[in-house]
């Protein structure tokens, strides 16, 4: 059973910083690509950034620059390092996996951007 769990949302600042978390399970972890997506109030939701079992990343083009994605395939565990963040960041943050021709998606982890 596939299971994405997510962590490390919250209210941040502009310009601050936060680390999302995601925990994955149910699938071997290391040949897989993950991906965080969010989707803002009103919204459609958007793919925020993808990394590939070798480490091949990619981005949307609102967040490059600011973002980084990793992975440890030790700890079933894929990151986002989110900097730099803006208002427009504002929303819920899901990661994916595509596994068994089926996309599998977590319960998303809320951030706001906000003085």
């Known amino acids: 059973q596939v299971q994405l769990e997510e962590s490390g949302g919250g209210l941040v600042q502009p310009e601050g910083s936060l680390r999302l978390s995601c925990v994955a399970s149910?699938?071997?972890?290391?040949?897989?690509?993950l991906s965080w997506y969010r989707q803002a109030p009103g919204k459609e939701r958007e793919l925020v950034a993808r990394i590939s079992p070798i480490d091949s990343t990619t981005y949307g083009d609102s967040v490059k620059g600011r973002f980084t994605i990793s992975r440890d395939n030790a700890k079933n565990t894929i990151y986002l390092q989110m900097n730099s963040l803006k208002p427009d960041d504002t929303a819920v943050y899901y990661c994916k996996v595509y596994y068994m021709s089926k996309d599998y998606w977590g319960q998303g982890t809320q951030v706001t951007v906000s003085s």
């Open positions: 149910g699938f071997t972890f290391g040949l897989y690509g």
